[in-house]
């Protein structure tokens, strides 16, 4: 049916391939910056490609989107009304809460520093998303050329969305809170037991604090908020404080040297449209 | 030298790069229960399946170089899965070329399957900190159902798009072989 001189060279064809592959695999582990720079240089070639493409399809999208959302009206109408009463009811009780803490931290300082206004927001539209929940990283259409710079805070209305990763003229990626390789320091809001955040990994709704003191008692509902740094530290976080970041849903082994909390985040990461990215650096801000 | 080599790379290479596009721009973005579609290895594998193993794997590498650029994400993963994938179904095209009707639909869940799982696996091989949850395999179940379900469009889809560049279609060689072969009453 085929040759040997194409068999031989199927063969051929596929070995290369397959070593290619590999190659690119082990140089991208291990850092290398030849294949980073490739990856940069096609990234900015293709992302105005993806802009356009993005804009032209938002309609289809936005319709698709649509259809998605009058599905899930039924069910989301009962559980808001449900977290309204919820809602009303803590509302007085937390209200004595804030004035209490206003006093205790000095919330207005806190409340002037957390003011993103101040910190050089730019808003970017999301154009690209990973498509699998291994990657969360997603594409934003402003870069270098806007002000943006690699690692710099990514916010939309609800909290903190991610840091920016890689950065070219026009675009940039980032790297979501649910990636696996994020970390940021962060704050729980009401007792102030500081700790480290990073994501599970495989659920975009699950996020793990390890808290500072190991056994911190940690309380299932409390908010937590992005820690920053004081300017005397000589390693500043790259977060402003107070960002809200999610809500505290279980507390695995609580109490013990072996706790690990759960969180899940304010933001939906997999429906993200429009963010912004905090351009200036809170430790600067006057 | 072949003289489809060019147009076939040709039509390719557009077929390549339009896919990407779309599924990195809306269809990654599009919400199915949760998951999404991914049309990338669906139209790998049914290259594959019409012009064979060799077009199949060179597009998957393609295609795998370029999600990896524009999503900066750890070079030459999605490249080996998809042409892993490309080839595999070009392979069962000269071995066994099936005529059933359900062939892209089983072959779309299979690739998509080869993909998904994976890329999984590849990422635990790699250090990469992942918990096995009941949302990840949900997800992983709902593209792989998703995906079957779009096998047959996409197929279709490639199809047109490739037949002016096929140099023989099985299909139409064998009808065409069958009305040839007339009964001894009809020669008559």
């Given at each position: 049916?085929?040759?040997?001189?194409?068999?031989?060279?199927?063969?051929?064809?596929?070995?290369?391939?397959?070593?290619?592959?590999?190659?690119?695999?082990?140089?991208?582990?291990?850092?290398?910056?030849?294949?980073?720079?490739?990856?940069?240089?096609?990234?900015?070639?293709?992302?105005?490609?993806?802009?356009?493409?993005?804009?032209?399809?938002?309609?289809?999208?936005?319709?698709?989107?649509?259809?998605?959302?009058?599905?899930?009206?039924?069910?989301?109408?009962?559980?808001?009304?449900?977290?309204?009463?919820?809602?009303?009811?803590?509302?007085?009780?937390?209200?004595?809460?804030?004035?209490?803490?206003?006093?205790?931290?000095?919330?207005?300082?806190?409340?002037?520093?957390?003011?993103?206004?101040?910190?050089?927001?730019?808003?970017?539209?999301?154009?690209?998303?990973?498509?699998?929940?291994?990657?969360?990283?997603?594409?934003?259409?402003?870069?270098?050329?806007?002000?943006?710079?690699?690692?710099?805070?990514?916010?939309?209305?609800?909290?903190?969305?991610?840091?920016?990763?890689?950065?070219?003229?026009?675009?940039?990626?980032?790297?979501?809170?649910?990636?696996?390789?994020?970390?940021?320091?962060?704050?729980?809001?009401?007792?102030?037991?500081?700790?480290?955040?990073t994501a599970s990994g495989g659920?975009?709704?699950?996020?793990?604090?390890?808290?500072?003191?190991?056994?911190?008692?940690?309380?299932?509902?409390?908010?937590?908020?992005?820690?920053?740094?004081?300017?005397?530290?000589?390693?500043?976080?790259?977060?402003?404080?107070?960002?809200?970041?999610g809500k505290v849903t279980t507390?695995?082994?609580?109490?013990?040297?072996?706790?690990?909390?759960?969180?899940?985040?304010?933001?939906?990461?997999?429906?993200?449209?429009?963010?912004?990215?905090?351009?200036?650096?809170?430790?600067?801000?006057? | 030298?072949?003289?489809?080599?060019?147009?076939?790379?040709?039509?390719?290479?557009?077929?390549?790069?339009?896919?990407?596009?779309?599924?990195?721009?809306?269809?990654?973005?599009?919400?199915?229960?949760?998951?999404?579609?991914?049309?990338?290895?669906?139209?790998?594998?049914?290259?594959?399946?019409?012009?064979?193993?060799?077009?199949?794997?060179?597009?998957?590498?393609?295609?795998?170089?370029?999600?990896?650029?524009?999503?900066?994400?750890?070079?030459?993963?999605?490249?080996?899965?998809?042409?892993?994938?490309?080839?595999?179904?070009?392979?069962?095209?000269?071995?066994?070329?099936?005529?059933?009707?359900?062939?892209?639909?089983?072959?779309?869940?299979?690739?998509?399957?080869?993909?998904?799982?994976?890329?999984?696996?590849?990422?635990?091989?790699?250090?990469?900190?992942?918990?096995?949850?009941?949302?990840?395999?949900?997800?992983?179940?709902?593209t792989i159902l998703v995906n079957?379900?779009?096998?047959?469009?996409?197929?279709?889809?490639?199809?047109?798009?490739?037949?002016?560049?096929?140099?023989?279609?099985?299909?139409?060689?064998?009808?065409?072989?069958?009305?040839?072969?007339?009964?001894?009453?009809?020669?008559?």
């Open positions: 049916m085929y040759d040997r001189k194409t068999i031989r060279r199927r063969r051929a064809v596929l070995a290369l391939l397959v070593v290619s592959s590999v190659v690119l695999l082990t140089a991208s582990f291990g850092g290398n910056g030849g294949v980073g720079s490739v990856q940069r240089g096609v990234f900015e070639i293709v992302s105005p490609i993806q802009d356009v493409a993005s804009r032209s399809l938002k309609p289809f999208r936005d319709l698709f989107g649509w259809f998605g959302d009058t599905w899930h009206a039924k069910g989301d109408n009962k559980t808001l009304v449900k977290t309204r009463d919820q809602l009303r009811e803590q509302n007085g009780s937390l209200q004595a809460e804030v004035r209490k803490l206003k006093e205790q931290y000095g919330i207005n300082r806190v409340i002037a520093t957390a003011n993103i206004g101040n910190l050089g927001p730019v808003e970017a539209r999301v154009v690209v998303a990973s498509p699998t929940l291994l990657f969360q990283k997603v594409t934003i259409n402003k870069g270098a050329g806007d002000g943006v710079r690699s690692g710099q805070p990514v916010v939309t209305a609800g909290g903190l969305v991610g840091k920016v990763d890689v950065v070219v003229g026009g675009s940039a990626t980032v790297t979501l809170i649910t990636d696996p390789r994020f970390g940021a320091g962060v704050r729980l809001a009401q007792s102030g037991i500081t700790g480290t955040m659920d975009p709704e699950d996020l793990i604090v390890a808290t500072t003191k190991q056994n911190a008692p940690v309380s299932v509902g409390s908010t937590v908020v992005t820690r920053g740094t004081s300017t005397d530290v000589r390693l500043p976080s790259l977060f402003p404080p107070d960002i809200p970041i507390v695995d082994d609580a109490g013990t040297d072996t706790q690990r909390v759960h969180v899940k985040p304010f933001v939906d990461v997999r429906n993200l449209d429009h963010v912004m990215v905090l351009t200036r650096d809170a430790a600067t801000v006057p | 030298m072949n003289p489809y080599a060019a147009p076939v790379a040709g039509r390719l290479t557009i077929l390549g790069f339009v896919v990407c596009i779309v599924q990195l721009a809306a269809v990654s973005q599009l919400d199915f229960f949760g998951a999404h579609a991914d049309l990338v290895p669906l139209v790998v594998a049914m290259t594959g399946l019409l012009l064979g193993s060799l077009p199949g794997a060179v597009l998957g590498f393609a295609c795998g170089f370029f999600v990896d650029c524009a999503l900066i994400q750890t070079m030459g993963l999605s490249s080996l899965l998809y042409l892993a994938v490309g080839y595999g179904a070009g392979r069962l095209r000269e071995v066994r070329d099936p005529q059933a009707a359900a062939v892209p639909a089983v072959v779309g869940g299979a690739a998509t399957t080869v993909v998904t799982v994976g890329y999984a696996l590849m990422q635990f091989m790699l250090g990469t900190p992942i918990r096995v949850t009941g949302l990840l395999v949900g997800q992983i179940f709902v079957t379900l779009l096998s047959l469009p996409v197929y279709a889809a490639v199809r047109r798009w490739l037949l002016p560049v096929m140099p023989d279609d099985p299909r139409r060689r064998r009808r065409r072989a069958q009305t040839t072969r007339l009964s001894p009453l009809s020669r008559a």
